[in-house]
């Protein structure tokens, strides 16, 4: 809770700003990819708007009318696999594309097979190259986490990205890149970190711990 809470708050802040964005009156299709906590304070938002996606099927929740979809999103790779899903207004997929050995460009193209036309993806991810990982690298450690660990259903990071990386993918995919910003909004209790990340606040955006892009289906 204490590690993620300002994260998701950038997040609701984000998603209001999306839904906000949308024609006036329509009911928001929202797909929240990778089931966690997250989900409970979507639809706490936005009630009966939130359907999710997600590889085990332990984490979902269904809630109404609203629908808990299964999919590896690796399989995006295969076009005949793909799910038909929504269209919906704005997809969440914060945390997940770096548990992902599927190339990005591939992987947002098969989400944005499942937006409106001007529907829009709000994507969190950490930063390949920020600082506390340039320093444990000059300090001679590996900066990520071994493949060993993790299970099926919750894998390692297999590749974490570059804000460039991000952009550069979802313009391949066909998509347009609307925003996109670094921050530190990883917090946890201990005063280091909170040390920390106000120096990161002082240092340019690329050396922030977490990774923030919106992109949009064009019209």
Known sequence: MAFHVVRWAHLLSHVDVLVNRLPAGRHPRILDIGVSLQTRLLRHNYPGCVDTLDIDESRTEPSGDEQDHLFDLNDLYYEDRRPRLGPYDVIVMCEVIEH???PPATVLAGVASWMTTGGYLFLQTPNAVALHKRLTALAGRHPYMELSEGTRTSPPHF???????LIAAG???????VAHDAR????GSRRGTYLYNRLCEALPPGLRAGLSVTYRRPD
């Open 100 to 102: 992902l050995y599927t």
């Open 171 to 177: 313009r391949a995919a066909g998509l347009q890149v």
């Open 184 to 187: 530190n909004y990883f917090s």
């Open 159 to 165: 590749r974490e990205y570059t804000s460039a990386e």
